[in-house]
C-alpha cells in the first residue's frame, strides 16, 4: 500500500513556474516507478512524467519536453515535478500516481498501468 498526497498547484500566468511535489509513504516506495498525470476539464486523464526509483529512466509527453522536469528526493520519499514556461494549455488537476509494474511491462504511458494516486491539485495558467 502506498499513499500519495499532491501539493504545490496554484494561478500562474503564461510564461511562468511552478513546483509540485508528491509525498510518498507505505512499504517498500523504493519499489514502485512514480508519474504525474494530468486531466483537464472534459478531457481525459493524461500522461506527464514518469521516473523509476532505481535505474533513474524518466520519461515525458511531448507536450511538456523541455518544459517540465520530474525528480525526486529519496531521503523523503518526495517526488517533484518543475513546470517551467507553462501554458493556458496546461491548465489541468495534476495527480500523482504509483505503479509497482508486476509483469515489467513499462507502460508508464497508460492510466490504466498505476494502482496508487493522489488526490491531486489544480493547476491553472491565465493568459
Known amino acids: 500500500q502506498v499513499q500519495l498526497v499532491e501539493s504545490g498547484g496554484g494561478l500562474v500566468q503564461a510564461g511562468g513556474s511552478l513546483r509540485l511535489s508528491c509525498a510518498a509513504s507505505g512499504r517498500s516506495v ?17 500522461f506527464v512524467a514518469a521516473f523509476t526509483w532505481s535505474g533513474g529512466d524518466k520519461y515525458y509527453a511531448d507536450s511538456v519536453k523541455g518544459r517540465f522536469t520530474i525528480s525526486r528526493d529519496n531521503a523523503k520519499n518526495m517526488v517533484y515535478l518543475q513546470m517551467n514556461s507553462l501554458e493556458p494549455e496546461d491548465t489541468a488537476v495534476y495527480y500523482c500516481a504509483a505503479s509497482r509494474d508486476p509483469y515489467g511491462t513499462n507502460r508508464y504511458w497508460s492510466t490504466s498501468w498505476y494502482t496508487y494516486w493522489g488526490q491531486g491539485t489544480q493547476v491553472t495558467v491565465s493568459s
Open 30 to 46: 523504493s519499489m514502485y516507478r512514480m508519474g504525474w498525470l494530468r486531466q483537464a476539464p472534459g478531457k481525459e486523464r493524461e
